[in-house]
Each structure stands twice: as C-alpha cells, then as structure tokens.
C-alpha cells in the first residue's frame, strides 16, 4: 500500500550495490590472477567469467547513478487507494 510518503523517503540500493561489485570485482580478480598462478585454469576461467559479470553489473549500476532520479510524483498526487481484497474494480 502506498501512503503517499515514499518518494521523500526512498532510499536506493545502488550505492550499495555498487561498492559490493566493487568488493566483488576485486575477489575475483584475486581469484583470476592466484588460480592462473596455481595452474587451475578451470577455476581461473570461472573467476575471469565472473569477473566479466561484476564489470558488466557495475556499468550498469554507474550509468543508473549517473541518470540522477528519476520522475516522482508530487505532493499534488494523492496516495492509491487500497486493495480492500473484495475485487472490486476501481472507478
């Protein structure tokens, strides 16, 4: 149910988001370098795969920071009604 509040108190995962990839990316680039020294190539290609999948998540996590927010309705727009769980429709 929505009250009518959230977009003065939304708060977005993407800071978060970004510095776990960031944490994650380093692992498997640890993981990448050690097991190729190690001789694994198995697991040092499944780390670079990995590797290549935290990078392609962290473009996309900067550009969505770099969009800035986006459209939130003001205080003109009226909280939805809620579901009263009888299916009525709405007029």
Do not use: K
Not at 28 to 57: K, N, Q, Y
């Amino acid at each position: 149910m929505r009250t009518g509040n959230e977009p003065a108190t939304a708060r977005s995962p993407l800071r978060m988001r970004f510095w776990l990839g960031v944490w994650g990316l380093l692992w498997a680039v640890a993981g990448t370098a050690l097991f190729a020294l190690a001789e694994r190539p198995g697991w040092a290609i499944a780390c670079a795969v990995l590797t290549l999948v935290v990078m392609t998540d962290l473009m996309i996590v900067v550009h969505r920071l770099h969009q800035g927010p986006h459209y939130q309705p003001g205080r003109g727009i009226p909280p939805y009604e809620p579901d009263h769980g009888d299916n009525r429709r709405r007029r």
